[in-house]
């Protein structure tokens, strides 16, 4: 399914509506920005002595982690869901959302096509999962496990796959997204820069641009 048609079924839906120019406009609720206090990451052992453990990266259990993206992944595929696949920094990656919308983003957001350069260096068998529902609940899945909030994003280094729940806010895709990616690239011999680039119309004299989110 094209962007075209993920639009349509966004309007149809009444999740987004279009402006006098044609543009999409969506609203994302509550989430206008990342829930950084709901973000946690999988404390599995092969990773364990990687990550920087604090209030940004906050550990939870394997336990936890295995049944929640075994109850998201199931909730996602039950009813309507929309895909996309593509490439961030030259690693596959696939977004399966309940949202078109969402799938329009990603597909705005991330690569068509590989980076010749990067990609030799990538095992072919590598690849980014994002799952996501951003008008479910942590409750609807149904975990018999307490956990203190209605929306999550989990981060799975280690079996490289996101789970996210409760939030429409579109940018949480894009940063776990990122995040995983720049985990695994100096595991390849990559450097990893989160920043932009420009260049003249030849393709000489680049500038590559620095900043936040």
Request: aromatic share 10%; net charge neutral.
């Amino acid at each position: 399914m094209d962007k075209t048609r993920y639009i349509e079924v966004s309007l149809h839906q009444r999740h987004a509506t279009l402006s006098k120019d044609g543009a999409l406009i969506v609203k994302t609720g509550a989430s206008t920005g990342r829930s950084t206090k709901e973000r946690f990451v999988v404390q599995r052992p092969e990773i364990s002595e990687d990550i920087d453990w604090g209030s940004v990266n906050q550990a939870i259990a394997p336990e936890f982690a295995d049944a929640y993206f075994a109850a998201l992944k199931k909730r996602v595929v039950t009813g309507d869901h929309f895909c996309m696949n593509g490439y961030v920094g030259s690693f596959d990656i696939e977004v399966i959302s309940t949202s078109p919308w969402h799938v329009v983003f990603a597909k705005n957001m991330f690569r068509r096509h590989f980076i010749p350069e990067l990609k030799k260096h990538i095992p072919d068998d590598v690849k980014i999962e994002v799952w996501h529902d951003p008008h479910g609940k942590v409750s609807d899945l149904n975990l018999g496990m307490d956990f203190p909030y209605e929306k999550a994003i989990i981060v799975d280094l280690a079996q490289l796959k996101v789970g996210i729940i409760g939030t429409a806010y579109a940018g949480e895709i894009k940063k776990s997204a990122f995040s995983v990616c720049n985990y695994l690239m100096p595991k390849y011999g990559i450097f990893p820069m989160h920043s932009s680039a420009n260049c003249l119309d030849d393709g000489d004299n680049s500038s590559v641009l620095f900043g936040l989110s």
